[in-house]
């Protein structure tokens, strides 16, 4: 017989602009809560399962940009429905085999909780893996990005950094950000909500405007 293990009930899965689910947990740094990331930028993120090779890459790509996430107030935790001795043996492992200390604190959600939570399993992929999934959480711990990919394809790191600027760049500027954006392209400015506001902006030399809902600037 094969065993039934069921998920945690949750009335409601995290969405953009909804606060997020707060939590403790057991991590290979101790037990940490939610609430200790307050007043930085948070990239919460699980995998299906240690000593999987989809899985290592992806903790030696999350490894390489931990710096560049740091210098942009954003910490990194990973999870997944392994044990804490599992997430220890692994992040051993990798060190030795490829040289690559990880450095950012892993969740063992064995109970599912936090993965019940945040949505992160897929039964009809999965009952018992976490699928990839990534939720950023901005100082207030608001759920500002869900990305979620399948247990086949490993993330995209650079997508991951990108993604951050730009959230940052929108709470800094008041901008919005176009496809393939990166750091010094230049930014799109909100359309004006009146007729009047979008024949002004025509004329607005420090824009380029197209047509009055389509006006990008540069970032000084
Ligand atoms: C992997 O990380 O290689 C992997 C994990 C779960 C399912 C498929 C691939």
Same mark, same amino acid.
């Given at each position: 017989? %094969?065993?039934?293990? %069921?998920?945690? #009930? ?12 707060? *939590? #403790?947990?057991? %991590? ?12 930085? &930028?948070?990239? +919460? *993120? ?32 990973? +999870? ?9 043996? &692994? ?26 939570? *945040? ?39 650079? #997508?991951? +950094? ?37 024949? #002004? ?17 540069? +970032?000084?």
């Amino acid at each position: 017989m %094969t065993e039934q293990i %069921t998920q945690p #009930e949750v009335k409601s899965l995290p969405r953009i602009g909804s606060k997020a689910p707060q *939590f #403790e947990a057991v %991590t290979t740094h101790g037990k940490l809560k939610l609430e200790d990331y307050k007043g930085s &930028w948070l990239v +919460l *993120f699980s995998h299906p399962a240690d000593f999987t090779p989809v899985c290592t890459t992806e903790f030696i790509g999350f490894q390489n940009i931990y710096p560049q996430l740091r210098e942009m107030n954003t910490e990194l935790l990973g +999870l997944s429905i392994d044990s804490v001795h599992s997430h220890i043996a &692994w992040v051993r492992n990798i060190e030795q085999n490829w040289g690559v200390k990880i450095e950012f604190p892993v969740i063992a959600d064995l109970s599912m909780d936090v993965a019940g939570k *945040f949505g992160m399993i897929m039964p009809e992929e999965s009952s018992t893996e976490a699928s990839r999934a990534v939720f950023v959480m901005d100082p207030e711990q608001v759920v500002r990005a869900i990305i979620y990919y399948p247990l086949s394809t490993g993330r995209n790191m650079d #997508e991951i +950094l990108r993604l951050i600027t730009a959230l940052q760049t929108t709470d800094e500027h008041g901008v919005a950000t176009p496809a393939d954006w990166k750091k010094g392209d230049r930014v799109i400015v909100p359309p004006s909500a009146t007729q009047e506001g979008a024949a #002004e902006r025509m004329n607005d030399e420090s824009l380029e405007c197209k047509d009055f809902y389509f006006c990008t600037k540069e +970032l000084k």
